[in-house]
Nanobody
Framework: QLQLVESGGGLVQPGGSLRLSCAAS????????IGWFRQEAPGKEREGVS?????????YYAEYVKGRFTISRDNSKNTVYLQMNGLKPEDTGVYYC????????????????????WGEGTQVTVSS
């Protein structure tokens, strides 16, 4: 079965950290662009948070997470991570990962083309 599964979300206080995982089964993440997206509330659009290319491992971030979030790959585990530090209440939302063929644009951040799979999402809540 071809799927992406996110994990690692939860409730954290402002200033705290979480590490999200995006694990693939049935296909190899190394062969795809991987993006992380946040959906603030049901019915709102998913917005790009971070993405990484498949060729040279270049990393891209939305302005509001630069310096706080880090995307990384562990090809041995077929998993991509999003390390989130210095979390703020406005980071709250459901975080999704996606595997795609290419990055079309960085405005908006991580506009992907040829999306192959989306995960089901993991909830992140930043609150005191």
């Amino acid at each position: 079965q071809l799927q992406l599964v996110e994990s690692g979300g939860g409730l954290v206080q402002p200033g705290g950290s979480l590490r999200l995982s995006c694990a693939a089964s049935g296909f190899t993440l190394e062969n795809y662009v991987i993006g992380w997206f946040r959906q603030e509330a049901p019915g709102k659009e998913r917005e790009g948070v971070s993405c990484t290319s498949r060729s040279d491992g270049s990393q891209y971030y939305a302005e509001y997470v630069k310096g706080r979030f880090t995307i990384s790959r562990d090809n041995s585990k077929n998993t991509v991570y999003l390390q989130m530090n210095g979390l703020k209440p406005e980071d709250t939302g459901v975080y999704y990962c996606a595997a795609a063929e290419k990055i079309l644009s960085h405005a908006p951040p991580c506009l992907l083309g040829g999306v192959y799979r989306w995960g089901e999402g993991t909830q992140v809540t930043v609150s005191s």
